[in-house]
């Protein structure tokens, strides 16, 4: 038992030299990830102030006006984002919430098929270098 721990560095250090020929693919995938990750954050983050708009036009009595109304970008004027606190059509606010759902459901079809390529090349790199130990 205390010989696999100590193993255990030497056997990660040798399999991450493996790697070599899937690192390009390797950063992608970690760059895919963080902005598949963020992107639902921006759904949300467009979903609230759309719904405010909505609601105002709502209240307004005349739903169908809501083309013509203009909503915050941001929630909070005084936040951190306060330079882009300005108002946008609301079909603007529209646009970013569909495009961030689209993109973040691209983003993980895009980030699968890497993946799967990355664990195409190690199983052919490690079936060649069985092969190759076995000759």
Sequence with gaps: MAQSIAAAPRLIWRSL???RAVRGLIVISLLLGVIASSLPYVSAAAFGPM???VADAGQG???SGVWEL????VAREDGLL????GSVPFAVLLATWAVSLVLTQLMYFVNGWVGAKVEQILVVDIRQRVHDHLQ
Aim: net charge positive; aromatic share 0%; glycine share 18%.
């Design 70 to 73: 203009r909503g915050p970008l």
């Design 82 to 85: 306060h330079s882009v606190a």
């Design 51 to 53: 719904m405010q708009v």
């Design 61 to 63: 009595g005349n739903l």
């Design 17 to 19: 030299g493996m790697l």
